[in-house]
């Protein structure tokens, strides 16, 4: 199973960017998707969550109404959205998997089986 992000760079306060993550070695179908974010010196953090339907999909608190979360049956691809960036922003972005029955979106990084390498995201001021 491999998960391959991208869409990371460097970008300025105010700015758009849509993370992609592709997925491969597994039903896309049958998985959960989630985004997670690290930032230097910090704990990884739940970003956003998506179930493998498409139809609930679950945010941080703080990540709110400027973080959307959608997944590309046919390419196989969940997407990240991030509008109005800040430098709080700045960090390495991960996408995470789970293959589930239930159509549940999942919020715990102790839930997801497979993991993609990571995108960095650079936002300055």
């Known amino acids: 199973v491999q998960l391959q992000a991208s869409g990371g760079g460097l970008v300025q306060a105010g700015d758009s960017l849509r993370l992609s993550c592709e997925v491969s070695?597994?039903?896309?179908?049958?998985?959960?998707m989630g985004w997670f974010r690290q930032a230097p010196g910090n704990e990884r953090e739940f970003v956003a969550a998506?179930?493998?339907?498409?139809?609930?999909?679950g945010y941080a608190d703080s990540m709110k109404g400027r973080f959307t979360i959608s997944r590309e049956s046919a390419k196989k691809t969940v997407y990240l959205q991030i509008d109005s960036l800040e430098p709080e922003d700045t960090a390495v972005y991960y996408c995470?998997?789970?293959?589930?029955?239930?159509?549940?979106?999942?919020?715990?990084?102790?839930?997801?089986?497979?993991w993609g390498q990571g995108t960095q995201v650079t936002v300055s001021s």
């Open positions: 995470a998997a789970r293959a589930i029955l239930k159509d549940n979106a999942l919020r715990s990084a102790n839930d997801y089986e497979y």
């Open positions: 070695g597994i039903t896309f179908g049958y998985c959960a």
């Open positions: 998506i179930s493998r339907s498409g139809v609930y999909t």
